[in-house]
């Protein structure tokens, strides 16, 4: 778990924002295939819902950041 948030803090802002987007489609998909009864579904969408909340939570942290002018709290 450690491994996938070194791997996103690696990611410079606008590499985070596409995974992001990449994310809630991917989310989507699967939710659609959850409701058809794929059963493999269910574990890669916990997955990416933790994926993606980490991302936004790095976005978040990079945005205030630079509201508070680049220190860091």
Do not use: C, Y
């Amino acid at each position: 778990m450690a491994r996938r948030s070194e791997k996103l803090r690696d990611l410079n802002t606008p590499e985070l924002e596409v995974q992001q987007k990449e994310l809630g489609e991917q989310i989507f998909r699967l939710r659609f295939q959850l409701t058809t009864g794929q059963s493999e579904a269910l574990a890669r969408l916990r997955s990416a819902r933790k994926d993606l909340a980490r991302v936004k939570t790095l976005l978040r942290e990079r945005e205030q950041r630079q509201e508070h002018g680049n220190g860091k709290q």
